[in-house]
Every structure is written in structure tokens, then in C-alpha cells.
């Protein structure tokens, strides 16, 4: 935990409800321990999507698909969302999620299965561009995801990435850092270096959750 565990929970207090189809799936999420956002980025991300209002949205990570079923809620009719994913199992959750007709907004989205590299630099060949990007994969990657993220997000548009605080860990020396979480560690502080002294994005990190990062493209 970031901050103050009584903080974050009276902002989670005032947070606006989910849709009760949400709410249960972010009931069976936390029941088989799988990541989702948490409800303090719920916040952020649904106000950022009021303000932003994008046209196209790219997610770098789906798991079983709550988080894009949660940014098509909060945006318009026209609104377009492709997410990606490789993971298997998670891949099977996400079709089902996205085949669910309690979700009236499912539409939306686009499910594009796959190594999340390959498929960025797919989506540049095919010359998309997207005005929100939700950057929220392996986090050892975000590095080697940037060049392709930047190809693809609009002057004016959002890159929005999640967990990059890591729990507070991405303050502590390397060092003092388990050898096998190392790797994540240092790209982590990496990706978060490039981000905030880029000429081409104006970057806020928020210790919300577990660390987010806004970034603004000039």
C-alpha cells in the first residue's frame, strides 16, 4: 500500500458504484486472485475518459477483459476499444466476458490475441492511432513497447500506464530487491525516467493504487 490504508479507503468510499454486471465481475476477479484495476484507478481512469473523450482506445493488457468492459461504459456510443492479450487462460475468460450480453456495451470492443510487441507493431503497419492508450502488461516490457505506443498514439492523446510504483518497491536500491525481481525493477525505473524527461510527453505520477502514470503527448 502506497498511502495511508484509511485514506484509500474513504476515496474508495465516495467512488461513484459499478454497474451491477461489473461489480460481479470484479467480485469473481478478486475471488480467484486475478489482477484487475483497483478500484482507486477505477476513479482516475473514469475521469480521464469523461475529460478525454477518445474516439479510439488501445489497451495493452486484457486479462479477463474488466477493464475495457469498464472504459466502454464511460465512453461514447462511437467509441472503439482494441485490447490485447497471450495469455491462454486469461484469453479464454476474455472471449467469454466479451460474449456476455449482460454487458450492453461489449460492441465496443476489439480483442486482439497475441505477443503484445507483435501485435503493436501490427497495428502500425496498418497505420491505427488512438487518442488513449492503457498501458497495463508485463511490466518488464513497457520499454520495449514505448517506441511502438508513441507510433501510435495522437498529438493530444493520453498514454496512461498502471502499476508503475510497484506496491512503493520501484523507491527501494536495487539491492534490496528479490534477484528474480530485478529485471522488472530496473525497466520499471527506466520507463519512468524516459517518460518524465521526454520532450514529446508531459508526464504526472500519481501514487494511486499501485502507481500511475499520465502522460500527455505534446
Known amino acids: ?53 477518445p474516439k479510439n482506445i488501445l489497451e495493452v493488457g486484457t486479462a479477463i477483459g474488466f477493464s475495457a468492459l469498464f472504459m466502454s461504459e464511460y465512453t461514447a456510443e462511437n467509441c472503439r476499444i482494441t485490447t490485447i492479450e497471450k495469455v491462454p487462460m486469461r484469453l479464454v475468460e476474455a472471449v467469454k466476458n466479451f460474449s456476455d450480453e449482460t454487458f450492453p456495451r461489449r460492441d465496443k470492443i476489439t480483442l486482439r490475441e497475441g505477443e503484445a510487441l507483435d501485435v503493436l507493431k501490427e497495428l502500425v503497419k496498418e497505420e491505427k492511432q488512438y487518442e488513449f492508450i492503457f ?67 508531459e508526464t504526472v505520477i500519481l501514487p494511486v493504487g499501485d502507481g500511475i502514470a499520465i502522460s500527455h503527448r505534446r
Open 1 to 53: 500500500m502506497i498511502i495511508d490504508e484509511r485514506i484509500t479507503a474513504y476515496i474508495n468510499s465516495l467512488e461513484k458504484e459499478l454497474t451491477s454486471e461489473l461489480l460481479s465481475l470484479e467480485k469473481v476477479a478478486l475471488e480467484n486472485h486475478v489482477p484487475i484495476i483497483k478500484k482507486e484507478t477505477q476513479g482516475v481512469l473514469r475521469f480521464l475518459l469523461r475529460l478525454q473523450q
Open 135 to 201: 498501458l497495463d502488461a508485463a511490466k518488464a516490457q513497457y520499454m520495449n513497447f514505448l517506441p511502438e505506443l508513441m507510433k501510435l498514439l495522437l498529438p493530444g492523446g493520453m498514454l496512461v500506464t498502471d502499476n508503475v510504483l510497484q506496491d512503493g518497491t520501484v523507491i527501494n536500491s536495487r539491492y534490496s530487491i528479490t534477484r528474480r525481481d530485478r529485471t522488472i525493477h530496473t525497466r520499471m525505473r527506466e520507463y519512468l525516467y524516459t517518460i518524465t524527461h521526454s520532450e514529446e510527453l
